[in-house]
């Protein structure tokens, strides 16, 4: 079996977008209100990974978050997922959005033109990496040891993956709320359907999973 | 997090029948036509653990032949379905319908009256024994060292854990094929529905997944 690159539950409204602008420290997803609502589809089932207490939904939307680790070696990101700062590091203190327990528990793959020191929070390695996409999908296949690597997000890291054809799967939500104006993935998921085999499948919570696969 | 005792991909028709009457070596599913209508969709993806060709779909069906090995660490089968003899064993050379390499690499626990020497096939080892439903599962649990427990069926097996209110998930899967006789799993999923959550999701490959979760 070959290394699948896959982007997994990645969240956006009905008109597209994934965040707002203007990221900061007090306002992870930028600019837009209500971000939590395209999460909160994850956060009610059985399976989820910052879940702390016991519960939760097991129908359909827990396949989906189950699947998060299953059979995942590494994941890259974009420096915009992982901190607010921008341009040259003012210094390490930063260790990313997750505390101590970060949710990966594999190498992690940050992409950044600027140089910074690997370091590991629990099982989770974060390495700061440059180069063009097909580079850095390079170094976290090696690092996965024969499985799948995730690609994180955000939505110009996807992208960047997708202009350059590495993505082989996605598994993108559209979540019931519209936002207006912020960083989109797509005007519509049809602009996909030429490099890409499409199931829409509406879930009873509300949202609707997109399950994408190269043709 | 406890150990779940999961059913997973287990396939009926319509009408609800998992298999005919009269299995026999020649014929594993016994009394019905076609009974390969039940897996198709499952063959048809990625994901397929008897897949031996490339390829594949990647869509929702796929989310279900993946999850068949997800955080499971042991299995419980019925007699009859690792075989068709019944009473005695004649001697041991029965060895299960799945050759050198059986699909679920872990200890399965198969369920019978007639005492039987444990063997290993690859990384599948199968146990012989008997007693009831609970201690039948206390025994899986334990050597599944934490991760969850799959009951594989069939049909009798299955219906002895629910009546034990042993079965934490369901997932059952409805084959768009009538078949008229056989075992029945239910005559309708609402059987279930005093004691479990149910969510319907139609796939585009033409099956119905059932996904029932303990109340």
């Not at 101590?100 to 590991?120: A, G, K, L, N, Q």
Request: negative net charge; contains cysteine; aromatic residues 12%.
């Amino acid at each position: 079996m070959s290394q699948l690159l896959r982007v997994q539950n990645f969240c956006v409204s009905s008109d597209g977008i994934a965040a707002g602008r203007n990221q900061r420290l007090e306002s992870p997803f930028g600019d837009i209100d209500h971000h939590e609502r395209l999460f909160a589809w994850a956060g009610a089932t059985a399976g989820w990974s910052h879940r702390t207490a016991p519960g939760g939904s097991r129908g359909l939307d827990d396949y989906f978050t189950r699947d998060f680790e299953n059979h995942i070696g590494a994941e890259i990101m974009g420096r915009n997922k992982f901190g607010p700062q921008r341009g040259p590091w003012p210094d390490h203190e930063w260790r990313g959005w997750w505390g101590d327990e970060p949710p990966f528990h594999t190498p992690v793959f940050v992409m950044t033109h600027h140089e910074r020191p690997s370091f590991t929070l629990s099982d989770t390695t974060f390495h700061f990496v440059g180069g063009d996409p097909a580079t850095v999908l390079d170094q976290a296949r090696r690092a996965a040891r024969g499985k799948d690597v995730r690609l994180g997000g955000g939505v110009t890291t996807i992208h960047g993956f997708l202009e350059a054809d590495l993505v082989d799967t996605l598994h993108v939500v559209v979540a019931p709320v519209e936002f207006g104006s912020g960083l989109k993935l797509w005007e519509s998921p049809d602009e996909l359907l030429e490099r890409f085999h499409l199931e829409v499948v509406p879930s009873p919570s509300g949202v609707t999973h997109h399950l994408f696969w190269r043709k």
